[in-house]
Structures are given as structure tokens and as C-alpha cells.
């Protein structure tokens, strides 16, 4: 199986770092991961079994995460529209004019404004545990409270808060904060593999521009202008894909995506949390494989 070494690609003003798996002449598959995270949360188990299946896939560091350039903690300048330019000119260093997109959470949301801001890149979306609604739980976190949709629980708001006292230069710290949020937002069901946590955030801090900066994607979320009404816009296969017991953006976050996307199709993962588990790759990955035909 063929795989391409990390690359900076200098775009938009910055470097995007990005890599890919599988054979370039197969339909590609463009993977956006969510807020604080780089793009190795696209485990490779996930990774291979879609370039197998005669995929190209491709994945990236969002701004603020990974090696792609980032901006001082807590001083973002740029929006989710941003973002979303930048997926785009992933697709144009690989020569590449449509990509099926795939988004988890965030990345989800980017998928979301890649389909009204570059429909014409676009061959099908695929948001995964994401929400039509950007700042829902940013507004939650800061006290706000929300109308229509379910908050975070409980253990997730206090999670986040602990952040607030975080040491973003003991890694040690950092690691083991990282590991204990996504158990949380896993759920009992799949629970999160916790040493594998642990060895993926030590490389995951070791190799980020600056850990800290990740953070800033809640500001960006928060402050980019809502979409939510656009969404009888999109024109292109979707599929939504969501646990039904995420903690962070509740099932009810994807069926309004899903209602809100004209002709879109859902997945429900019966009690997934806001993870893609191994154990639920036998269902998600020949779902994909189906959309993407």
C-alpha cells in the first residue's frame, strides 16, 4: 500500500501539513479531524482499511494543531470559512479537483462550509459526530445556554473546565489530561484504549508547532458566523454518522444536521460516544465505501 511521507504545503498564507495512503489514481477521500486535535487521531486502522478498499486518502493538521503553522494561544485570525479554504488547497497540491470528505466534529463542520463555499471540489460529504450548530457548545462552556439542542454532560463540562489550570508545558500533564477527555467522550461502550492514548499524545505533543494553540479552535468555532440556515443549500450526497451516546455533541446535533441537508442519509451508531471505535469499523467503513461508490 502506498504511503506518502508528511509534507508542508505552503498555502493561504501558511503550512498545511498533510500525508496520504494509498493509490493516487483511486477516487480520493480528503479526512478533516476536529478542534485540538492533529491529524493523527485518523488512526491508521481506519486509514488503511479505506485505502484497501480502493481509496485515496488523505489527511491533514488543521491551523494551531500538528506542524501547521500556528498563532499565539488564544489569538486566532482566522474563522471555520478559513479552515475550510484550507481543505481546499490540500485538494490543490495533490492535483486534485473533487475529493468524497470525511470530517469528524469540527472537521465535520468544515465539511459542512466545504459544501457551500466549494461545492465544486466536492463529491459527496461526510460528517461524522458533528453539529449544524458551530457554537452550540462553545456558548455552553462560557454559560450560554442553547435552544433546540442537548448540552454536553456534566462529566465533558468539567473536563474542559479543567483545562483551565493546565500546564500546557509538562507533557506529562498534558497527556494524561488528553487521554482522560477522550475517555470521556468515548462513552462505556467503546471505551477509549487508554495506552494507546497515552503513545499517540506523547507523539502528538512532541511533534505540534505549539500543544497550547489547539485551544484556539473553541474561539474560532464560537466566533465564526452561523451557518446552520444555509444548509438547504447543499446539493451533494451526504451521509451523517453519529453515536447515540455522544456526550459532547448529543445524537440530536446530527439528526438536525441531517434533517437540515436536503436528501441527506444517517447513520446511528447505537451507543457510540464521540469516537470512530475499531470495534465499529465493520459498520462505518462499508457505509463510506457504499456513499463514496
Known amino acids: 500500500m502506498q504511503t506518502s511521507p508528511e509534507t508542508l504545503i505552503s498555502a493561504n498564507g501558511i503550512e498545511i501539513c498533510a500525508d496520504t495512503i494509498g493509490n493516487p489514481g483511486d477516487p480520493a477521500v480528503l479526512l478533516i479531524m476536529g478542534a485540538g486535535a492533529s491529524m493523527l487521531l485518523w488512526r491508521d486502522s481506519f486509514r488503511e482499511r479505506l485505502a484497501a478498499g480502493g481509496r485515496y486518502v488523505i489527511r491533514y493538521d488543521n491551523r494551531d494543531v500538528g506542524r501547521t503553522t500556528s498563532c499565539p494561544p488564544g489569538e486566532p485570525n482566522y474563522s471555520l470559512q478559513t479552515m475550510a479554504d484550507d481543505a481546499a488547497a490540500v485538494l490543490d497540491h495533490y492535483g486534485i479537483g473533487k475529493a468524497h470528505i470525511v470530517g469528524a466534529s469540527m472537521g465535520g463542520m468544515l465539511t459542512q462550509l466545504l459544501g457551500l463555499n466549494h461545492p465544486d471540489r466536492v463529491l459527496t460529504l461526510t460528517p461524522i459526530m458533528s ?20 448540552p454536553p454532560t456534566p462529566e465533558v ?18 497527556v494524561a489530561h488528553r487521554n482522560a477527555m477522550f475517555g470521556i467522550l468515548a462513552g462505556t461502550t467503546y471505551p477509549f484504549d487508554a495506552e494507546e492514548g497515552e503513545a ?38 451526504t451521509l451523517v454518522i453519529h453515536g447515540t451516546a455522544d456526550p459532547i455533541l448529543p445524537l440530536d446535533h446530527g ?39
Do not use: Y
Open 131 to 150: 453539529s449544524p450548530a458551530g457554537g452550540a457548545v462553545v456558548d455552553v462552556i462560557n454559560g450560554k445556554p442553547i435552544e433546540g439542542l442537548s
Open 157 to 174: 463540562l468539567a473536563a474542559v473546565a479543567g483545562m483551565d489550570n493546565l500546564d500546557w508545558t509538562d507533557r506529562a500533564a498534558v
Open 200 to 237: 499517540l499524545f506523547v507523539v502528538e505533543f512532541d511533534r505540534a508547532n505549539n500543544i497550547a494553540s489547539g485551544g484556539n479552535h473553541g474561539i474560532c468555532i464560537g466566533t465564526t458566523e452561523p451557518w446552520a440556515h444555509r444548509l438547504g443549500e447543499i446539493n451533494l450526497p
Open 255 to 293: 439528526q438536525a444536521l441531517a434533517a437540515g441537508i436536503p436528501g441527506a442519509k444517517m447513520l446511528e451508531l447505537e451507543g457510540a460516544g464521540h469516537d470512530i471505535p475499531d470495534a465499529l469499523l465493520d459498520t462505518i467503513v462499508p457505509a463510506i465505501f457504499e456513499h463514496t461508490a
